[in-house]
């Protein structure tokens, strides 16, 4: 059921007062090319999600697919070669303005290309990673909307530890092809490290392997971090940790619906819905180094009660007064 809405990030992140820069309207005689990058796979409920909140928040402004004006949509399925793969034939059709969803299509898009115009969407700590160089001053080519920084990783496993006192230390599952940032992350703040330890898995034999080692020692968790391969392979994970009884969080809502423990992280949807504002002022005229790169204003906290019963924990009433959403 739904709860209410956490805000967060606020500083930095609204929006500019003024809904559209100036320029071109939309023309159903002059559609404009939107090419469009998913980092994750056609046909999942989260990646349809996605697209379906960006194109919904286009029409609100005007940007009618097969009208006013042209989705191109690709979807790399969670991998980087494909990522790598598709972004030449991207670049070289020169759309009008390209959406590049996740960390790993951001950064390729970056190298390729120095003059289209590219509105992220969910990429992790855009200034720590280079591909901006300010919030507030984006400079070159590049801005949109950013996923979540490195303090948030904690906060994950302070969550577990509220919801399975129990918990002593928490490994965290990432692909380091496409999410190769955490490394970063750790090395930026070494303190995370005595009690998060990086859990690289290149697929999910290696993730089940993990998992089964984990399951073998007293006070184990998991979080399943911030990855396309991890949105892309969601229920398959959520099923091996319900497997092996670990206590486990992400930040994505789709693992809770898979079964999984619990979720806290910005709200996806609401991301792309915003990216859309960013695309339409682009297309007005805009140029994407004046536009201040945006943090998560929306903030979501589910908790899936069926699988708590079954790890035999009880949910702390302060757990269930946050939750903006409880799977029961």
């Not at 690709?74 to 070289?92: K, M, S």
């Not at 339409?280 to 204003?297: K, Y």
């Amino acid at each position: 059921m739904k709860r209410r809405s956490v805000l967060a990030g606020i500083a930095g992140a609204l929006l500019p007062a003024v809904a559209h820069a100036q320029g071109a309207a939309p023309s159903a005689g002059h559609p404009r090319r939107i090419a469009v990058l998913m980092g994750v796979k056609e046909g999942d409920p989260e990646g349809d999600g996605r697209y379906g909140a960006l194109k919904a928040g286009l029409k609100e402004l005007g940007w009618v697919d097969g009208d006013t004006a042209k989705l191109e949509v690709y979807w790399a399925g969670g991998d980087l070669e494909r990522i790598r793969t598709l972004v030449g034939p991207i670049v070289a059709s020169a759309p009008d303005v390209i959406v590049g969803n996740g960390t790993a299509a951001a950064t390729e898009l970056r190298k390729a290309t120095k003059t289209i115009p590219v509105v992220f969407v969910l990429a992790t700590d855009p200034v720590s990673l280079g591909l901006i160089d300010s919030l507030a001053r984006p400079g070159g080519n590049l801005t949109g909307f950013s996923f979540f920084d490195p303090p948030l990783v904690g906060k994950w496993f302070e969550l577990l530890q509220l919801m399975a006192p129990g918990v002593r230390q928490t490994s965290l599952i990432f692909n380091p092809g496409t999410a190769a940032f955490y490394y970063k992350f750790f090395e930026g703040m070494p303190g995370l490290g005595t009690i998060i330890r990086l859990a690289p898995t290149r697929d999910l034999a290696e993730v089940e392997t993990t998992l089964a080692g984990l399951a073998k020692e007293p006070g184990a968790s998991v979080i399943m971090g911030a990855d396309p391969f991890n949105v892309v392979n969601s229920a398959a994970i959520a099923g091996l940790i319900e497997r092996f009884r670990l206590p486990a969080i992400s930040v994505y809502r789709q693992f809770t619906v898979d079964g999984g423990l619990m979720a806290y992280g910005p709200d996806t949807l609401d991301a792309f819905h915003r990216t859309a504002t960013y695309v339409d002022r682009v297309l007005r005229g805009a140029r994407p180094a004046d536009l201040p790169a945006q943090a998560p204003t929306k903030y979501q906290l589910i908790l899936n009660l069926k699988t708590a019963k079954k790890l035999g924990l009880t949910v702390p009433p302060m757990l269930l007064g946050r939750a903006d959403e409880v799977i029961e």
